[in-house]
Structures are given as C-alpha cells and as structure tokens.
C-alpha cells in the first residue's frame, strides 16, 4: 500500500511540475503578440506542405516570421517532446535531442524599400547546434529574450518526425449515411505493418486524420478493428467522415502594382496600400464550381522588386461579405489565421451597408481563405460556405505507437493524399 501511495504521489508531482515548467505555452500553432506576423514552417522548398520531417532525412525545416517592431531582439528557441496528444511528454532533452536548446536565432534581416518596415527571422531545423533522435509530436516554442529566466513565448508551432515502419493506404468510399451523400467526403483506411512486429495493435496502435492540416477538426484516436494477414483496417464504416466545404477563396496579393482575380481596387496612400478584395456573398446554396486552390494554405511571395523575405511589402487587405448579420461572430480563417476565432480577424457589421467588413495586415503573398462562425471555439465554415462532396481537400494520416514499456508515442507511420487522386 505504501509503495502504491508513493508512486501516485510522485506522479502527482511529476504532472505538476510539467504544468508549471509549461504554464505560459500553448501546446498548439499560436502566436502570443500582435507584432509578429507571416509565421511559417515548412519543409524547405515545399511551402504548401505540412512540417513532417522523416528521421535520418537531410531535409530540413524552414521557420521565417516577422517583427513589425522593426527593432533588433533577441530572439531563442526550444523545442519539446510530446505525446500523441499534444501533451508534454516528460522526456529530458538529452532523450530526444542531440545538441543544444536555447541558441539564438542569428538569421535576421530588415525589410528593403518597403513601405511598412520589418525586421525577417529565419530558422532552419534541424542545424548545427542540434539536431532529433526520435520520432513524434515536437512542439517548436520561440521566445523573445535571451535571458531563460526573463524570456517570454511569442510563438509556438507544432511539427512531427516520422521513423516510418508501416505502409498506410485508403479508398475512396461512398458515405454511408444518406444525409452526408452530397456533403462529405469519407474514406476507408489500412495499416500495413508487414515486417515490423506490433505487440497488441489493437490496443497499441492510435491514428489521427487531418483535413488539410486541421488539427481543430481532426479525428484522432483511431484504433485498429479489424485484421488481415499484415493488414489492419483502422475504419470501414463511415467513422472517418469529413464537411468537403466548397474550394476557398483566394487573396493573391504577390503584386501590389496590378489588380488580380478577386481583387477589386489597389489604393497607395501616405501610409501604405490598402487592398480591397471582390465582395463576397454566402455560398451555402450556390452551385459547386471546381477552382484551383492551395487548400486553406498561403505563401509568402514577391512578384514586384526584391525579395520575398525582406522585399515583400505588407498590405492593408479589406475582406468584406454581404449578409443579413448573425447571432454568431463571423472570422476570416485559414492557416495565416492558424484557423482560430482570434480578435485579429473577427468581421465587424455594419448595418447600413448590411455587410461585414475585416481589415487584416498581410504580407505580399497567396492566400486561401473561408468565412466562418464561431461555434464554442472553433471556426465552422460550413454554416457560409456550404458544402460540396466533391471538393478537392488534402488529408493527413499519423500512425502512432506506444507498447508496454515505452515512456512516449512512436510517430511509425504518415500519409497524405489528396481526395481527387
């Protein structure tokens, strides 16, 4: 009994002391202060696609944001180990790290002829002060200050290694459920695990699903039902079911010197430029129409003079949507808004006009994006948008491991397609 008594108390200390080791960091993408802006982490090259970084890969991570204080800091870096979850997974660094934390982000820039000045950062990962070695949820926390004891988080992002040791694949299946028939998109999935032994997957094994980088809307732990010879059905019956929406909206603001599609006017003032995009109305009855898009994703880029990291100049865009005003706070939200209900990008009404009308700061760049209400914190865009079976999304498929004995999820397996391939 004592020995029973001891181990819960320690356990209670231990989660305790995780709480207040982490007390001020969220766990999820966020930004903590208003003068950081563009924050992106992709792998290098491919700015579309998720942060998944394969052990033993040389292929890196790219972080780049941007302090609209225009004035030098100091700004350090850590990164955490998590569970499949999203919770501290209570390993020491030395576990899952091989070199330092902590080190300065000396990677930085000011803006060049711009009318809105900023400074650029920029983080490569993993580099010559560490690199990681072992799979799973990482947690990438940049702080401002240099001092450990005096900093404070300014932004938080999530990115994964996978140490791949099972296939996973799927098929496009009809919705079971008669209502969803025009509405969703749903899929079977399968784990192949041939030459790699699982001890009791059933119980092992947890998957999670993604629609398009979503982690607000995604369905996680998924367990193995049924078996076959090396293969284990994670879902054959509608359980993995998805809202397909309709194709966003776009703002492509590359140039600032000539109106693209869905822009109606460019305006330079003494200030900078104010971007007023096409008026936007409720899609939920209109007529599906298939337009190419980056679903939900957004790049940094600078069709004008210089370069898209300092070159690029920020605009002052105008969203705007023509509709009766609602009981509920109406957001434009995409994944430069990390897809949160944020103050930042919450649409004001205006009665008179009988639209709602957000003004949003955005650097030079394409960006994908839907109207959405907010439904207890988190962002549904089915409610402006409406929905359509055959829209095009990308998913995301983790495949975690955790068997007797092992002291943190095992990230053995990832996924991604896209629903019309």
Not at 183 to 209: A, C, G, Q, W
Not at 405 to 411: F, I, M, Q
């Amino acid at each position: 009994m004592r020995i029973h008594l001891l181990a819960f108390t320690f356990i209670l200390f231990f989660n305790y002391s995780l709480q207040g080791q982490y007390e001020d960091i969220y766990f999820e993408d966020y930004v903590y202060v208003t003068n950081i802006k563009s924050v992106k982490i992709n792998p290098s090259g491919t700015p579309l696609e998720p942060p998944v970084f394969y052990l033993g890969n040389s292929q890196r991570l790219v972080v780049s944001f941007d302090d609209m204080d225009n004035v030098q800091k100091d700004f350090t870096y850590g990164i955490i180990h998590c569970n499949k979850d999203w919770e501290p997974s209570g390993l020491e660094m030395v576990e899952y790290i091989d070199g330092f934390i902590d080190e300065e982000i000396d990677n930085s820039a000011f803006s060049v002829n711009t009318f809105v000045p900023y400074i650029n950062y920029q983080l490569s990962l993993p580099n010559n002060d560490l690199s990681w070695t072992i799979s799973g949820n990482y947690l990438l926390v940049i702080y401002e200050g240099g001092d450990v004891d005096d900093r404070i988080p300014v932004i938080t992002r999530r990115f994964m290694v996978v140490d791949k040791k099972v296939n996973v694949s799927v098929k496009n299946r009809r919705p079971l459920d008669v209502t969803k028939l025009r509405t969703h998109y749903e899929f079977d999935l399968f784990v192949n695990n041939k030459d790699f032994k699982i001890l009791d997957p059933r119980n092992n094994i947890s998957v999670m699903v993604l629609q398009n980088y979503r982690w607000d809307i995604g369905i996680k732990n998924l367990k193995p039902r049924f078996f076959v010879g090396d293969q284990m059905t994670i879902d054959n019956t509608g359980l993995i079911s998805f809202p397909a929406y309709k194709e966003f909206r776009s703002a492509d603001i590359r140039s600032l010197d000539f109106v693209a599609n869905g822009i109606t006017s460019i305006d330079l003032n003494d200030y900078g430029t104010d971007v007023l995009l096409d008026l936007g109305r409720p899609r939920g009855d209109s007529y599906y129409t298939t337009i190419p898009d980056a679903n939900g994703q957004f790049v940094i880029q600078n069709r004008d003079l210089g370069t898209d990291n300092t070159g690029g100049d920020y605009a002052n865009v105008i969203f705007t949507l023509e509709t009766p005003e609602r009981d509920e706070e109406i957001y434009v939200m995409g994944s430069f808004t990390d897809w949160k209900p944020d103050e930042m990008y919450r649409m004001r009404y205006y009665d008179d006009q009988k639209v709602y009308v957000a003004e949003i700061l955005l650097k030079q760049g394409y960006y994908d994006f839907y109207y959405g209400v907010d439904e207890d914190g988190v962002l549904n865009a089915r409610a402006i948008e409406g929905s359509w079976a055959d829209t095009e999304n990308d998913y995301q498929v983790f495949v975690y491991l955790r068997e007797p004995g092992d002291r943190y999820d095992r990230l053995i397996g990832y996924y991604t397609f896209n629903s019309n391939f």
